[in-house]
T-cell receptor, first 124, second 110 residues
Framework: QITLKESGPTLVKPTETLMLTCTFS??????????VGWFRQPPGKALEWLAL???????RYSPSLKSRLSITKDTSKNQVVLTMTNMDPVDTATYYC????????????????WGQGTLITVSS | QSVLSQPPSASGTPGQRVTISCSGS????????VFWYQKLPGTAPKLLIH???QRPSGVPDRFSGSKSGTSASLAISGLRSEDEADYYC???????????FGGGTKLTVL
């Protein structure tokens, strides 16, 4: 059974750096074709992809946020960490992590498993 | 502004069939799989369709996906009140090296 859970501060101040941790179980991030992605949804707005890290260490970032984002993995701890610098009130959103499988051999490709999400508020 | 284009809203009555369109380009839908997600308020997104037209286990066959060229669509038949949600299409964009989404379509069951 695959599960993911996001953790981090609920409130950050403008200009601060946000660090979010995705702790998962039921899969290994060293398995070929597996990845973990981060997403967010501001209140009343659309879902947005932020970053993705693959089993082999490859990383991809949203072009519009690339300069502010960093994604890392700790395979031994089953964790993926997303760091976002220079937080602004417009970054207030619910942040999600999700499991990705990108191989034709996967029973389900795409982001089939999601964490419950964590609401991050940016305010002074 | 989203890379993929969806209508902001759609509606139907119980039992009806509704379709939601998603338009992209040759760098995303035109060359890679399309995925559809259902988003209910306060809950995590749910994968409804993967590989253009495949349903994950547990997704009712009332939901179906299709793709042609640089466009895709999600069809929901036998509309039910619990289908009222936001629906997002998504694909990999090879030019951007990024996961891209549509702006979402809010489905209202009248």
């Amino acid at each position: 059974q695959i599960t993911l859970k996001e953790s981090g501060p609920t409130l950050v101040k403008p200009t601060e750096t946000l660090m979010l941790t995705c702790t998962f179980s039921g899969f290994s991030l060293s398995t070929t074709a597996v990845g973990v992605g981060w997403f967010r949804q501001p209140p009343g707005k659309a879902l947005e992809w932020l970053a993705l890290i693959y089993w082999n260490g490859d990383k991809r970032y949203s072009p519009s946020l690339k300069s502010r984002l960093s994604i890392t993995k700790d395979t031994s701890k089953n964790q993926v960490v997303l760091t976002m610098t220079n937080m602004d009130p417009v970054d207030t959103a619910t942040y999600y992590c999700a499991h990705d499988c990108s191989s034709p051999s996967c029973s389900e490709q795409g982001f089939a498993y999601w964490g419950q999400g964590t609401l991050i508020t940016v305010s002074s | 502004q989203s890379v993929l284009s969806q209508p902001p809203s759609a509606s139907g009555t119980p039992g009806q069939r509704v379709t939601i369109s998603c338009s992209g380009s040759n760098s995303n839908i035109g060359r890679d799989y399309v995925f559809w997600y259902q988003k209910l308020p306060g809950t995590a997104p749910k994968l409804l369709i993967h590989r253009n037209n495949q349903r994950p286990s547990g997704v009712p066959d009332r939901f179906s996906g299709s793709k042609s060229g640089t466009s895709a669509s999600l069809a929901i038949s036998g509309l039910r009140s619990e289908d009222e949600a936001d629906y997002y299409c998504s694909a990999w964009d090879d030019r951007l090296s990024a996961v891209v989404f549509g702006g979402g379509t809010k489905l209202t069951v009248l």
